[in-house]
């Protein structure tokens, strides 16, 4: 699709949103994503699906882990020609519209998606494959509930002409591709794995307890269990669905990173895409909007991991090497105002390190870790922080807009 | 006290109803025990199992609709949690299970039986109560001013069998005006989730009647500051 096969209407509406991102940046008010999206969208309600139509586009949903998926998917799938993707993280149709217009016609497209969007972008988009990593708790005052996204979805999918990539490790995702894939919908089940399985110890299907064993899970009154994996993550690689191990020397740390790019190479496989070809690809992704971002600061080596809920702090205790390490937590709108989950969380790992704490709510998390017998020390700032520690590594998990802050000390690092 | 004269905390469904770090409260029960010298066990009760009636204070957390209902039933038909009342257990219980504690609640649209440990009933509210609660707490119980977040679309309506909990200063509790509940040792509260962490009172309040023991203060510095810089939030708003 090029811009002029599209209708005038839709012009208009394109050119709005460039001139108005560009704007937005120019000014220093944002990455421009959602305003150019949202003026052309004013314009032109249906420009999502115009700009849509004629690419081949994958969807990336789920909790966790969807920008960097997102990334990952984008850079596999460059092996095949130009894909316009929404790299900044602006996960709505918005985000979408604005960056398909700013990406001109591609002939490939991998856009990431909140979950709660998923049903809309579908409609206007019919993506060839869909990617569906995890759904857990997340933003408690006003999100769905997590049973409640996963009947959205399991609505949402079936009598579409699209494949599934799903992770066969999240009895909550295996539930909504259900109704789909016993509809006739094809599917590449990946063992993406869940460390947090607090949300899925009830059938969603029957109310009856969900058990596990090792890595299998199953209703114990019903049919819902975990299906036989055509992906894998095994040590520093995947193994495909043909039985091929695959190393990858993946610059981004941690089990889930790992069973990210399972799910990239799965979904850009089913493009086409060799997973031999797309390895060396997901290699030279280093961080994604300053995510796993290294940064050199008065001696210290500082990594950035963003934690935004629950599942997402496990996966980072999982990455976090065993050096000093600051946790920020706030509580504004973007965050979600409750901060009740952070008794989700086991912040046991973190004994034995220097642990400081800051943010807005940085007492919510003195108090939690003194419940949870982690020792600590509070900061007043991250430059505090910096002061405090002696020259070498920090690791600084932050939830949303504390991680905002940090990089926009660190000069809005990416 | 049981007679092993240890401690028995029993959380009551984690399965069914801790949507909002609801195990916080048992984690703080159990802390601030153990730093008085008092031997602590802790048992989580899933809802496919039966309810111990000889525990010394149990949990009872939110959740959604669905669950709550659920968990409703299954304690109607085990009669555990009533014989454990009967030999005077102390019961603290949050949001959805404060509710279903009373007469009755509405869940999915549906009027439900609760277990009519606490006299009040539960209706919706036509907006959802969602931020910051504080309140003045009953006097009677000697308590300071209680502080939480809430997220609730109940509206609570207490019976001559219960008194309020607190009287609301922000936010809305159980109807704006009164916020909570408790009778004998059964107290029940709209702040949810791990509602000790900014309570410790509280949590003193249930360890003492569960245990007829004063507690001794201990060194409450990180829950004082969180107390006082979430008042001084709802001030300032």
Known sequence: MTDHKLPMRAKLATSLSRGAAALSRATGRGDGSVIGGRIALMVDPNLLAELAAGREIALISGTNGKTTTTRLTAAAMGVLGDVATNSLGANMPTGHTS??????????AV???DEHYLKQVLDATHPKVVALLNLSRDQLDRAKEVAMMAALWRDALPGRDLHLVANADDPMVVWAAGKAVAAGTSVTWVAAGQRFHDDSWVCPECGASIERNGEQWACV??????????WTVSGDGVVDNTG????????LPGRVNRANAATALAVAAHFGVPPAKAVPELSKVASIAGRYAVVERDGRTIRLLLSKNPAGWLEAFDMADDVPTLLSINARDP???DTSWLYDVDFSPLRGRRVLVTGDRAMDLAVRLEVNDVPFEHVKSFSQ???LIPPGRLEVIANYTAFQDIRAELDRVN | MSTESRLRLIWLYPDLLSTYGDRGNLLILARRADLRGLPVECAEVRADQAVPADGDVYLIGGGEDGPQALAAQRLIADGGLRRAVDRGATIFSVCAGYQLLGNSFYAKGAKCAGLGLLDLDSDRGETRAVGELAGEVDPALGLPTLTGFENHGGRTHLGPGVRPLARVTAGIGNDGRSEGAWHGRILGTYSHGPALARNPGIADLLLRWATGMTMEPIDDRWPTRLRDERLAAVLKS
Do not use: C, F, M, W
Request: charged letters at 15%; hydrophobic letters at 40%.
């Open chain 1, 99 to 108: 960056a398909l217009a700013k990406a001109g016609a591609t002939p490939y």
């Open chain 1, 111 to 113: 856009l990431e998606v």
């Open chain 1, 221 to 230: 009154a019903g049919n819902l269990s975990r299906p036989v994996p055509h």
């Open chain 1, 244 to 251: 091929t191990y695959h190393h990858i020397e993946l610059q």
């Open chain 1, 335 to 337: 965050d979600g105002l």
């Open chain 1, 385 to 387: 922080a910096l002061t």
